[in-house]
């Protein structure tokens, strides 16, 4: 897994925990790997990966089950989308608006193209 500098590494952990799931690589109900191997296939410390799991769980994505460990939960799907979404207009769709006022880009431009992005 390769890094950037942008975002905390444990949310860019969590991220990817995130894309297993989408992808179907994590299935709900599915066990996890546990805290310490993942950090290993990771090469990160133990406790940036405890941290992207407690932010898992924080979100509804994961479940822990004592004894067991960390699980995807049920519904978890629907909460990542649902964080995707959340990021998409609290970060992302800022910056977007940013960008067009700096551009000079008008709502009958954007929604010309994307008119034509949708009959691509």
């Given at each position: 897994?390769?890094?950037?500098?942008?975002?905390?590494?444990?949310l860019?952990?969590a991220?990817?925990?995130?894309?297993g799931?989408?992808?179907?690589?994590?299935?709900?109900?599915?066990?996890?790997?546990?805290?310490?191997?993942?950090?290993?296939?990771?090469?990160?410390?133990?406790?940036?990966?405890?941290r992207?799991?407690?932010?898992?769980?924080?979100?509804?994505?994961?479940?822990?089950?004592?004894?067991?460990?960390?699980?995807?939960?049920?519904?978890?799907?629907?909460?990542?989308?649902?964080?995707?979404?959340?990021?998409?207009?609290?970060?992302?769709?800022?910056?977007?608006?940013?960008?067009?006022?700096?551009?000079?880009?008008?709502?009958?431009?954007?929604?010309?193209?994307?008119?034509?992005?949708?009959?691509?």
């Amino acid at each position: 897994m390769e890094f950037r500098n942008q975002k905390a590494i444990y949310l860019q952990i969590a991220d990817y925990i995130c894309e297993g799931i989408l992808s179907g690589e994590y299935q709900e109900g599915e066990r996890l790997p546990s805290v310490r191997d993942f950090a290993s296939q990771v090469e990160v410390n133990v406790n940036t990966v405890t941290r992207s799991f407690d932010y898992l769980q924080q979100k509804n994505v994961a479940v822990s089950r004592r004894g067991l460990g960390l699980f995807v939960a049920t519904g978890a799907r629907e909460a990542v989308y649902e964080m995707h979404r959340e990021e998409f207009f609290s970060e992302h769709l800022p910056e977007i608006f940013r960008q067009m006022q700096t551009l000079g880009i008008s709502m009958d431009e954007i929604q010309s193209k994307l008119k034509d992005f949708t009959n691509n």
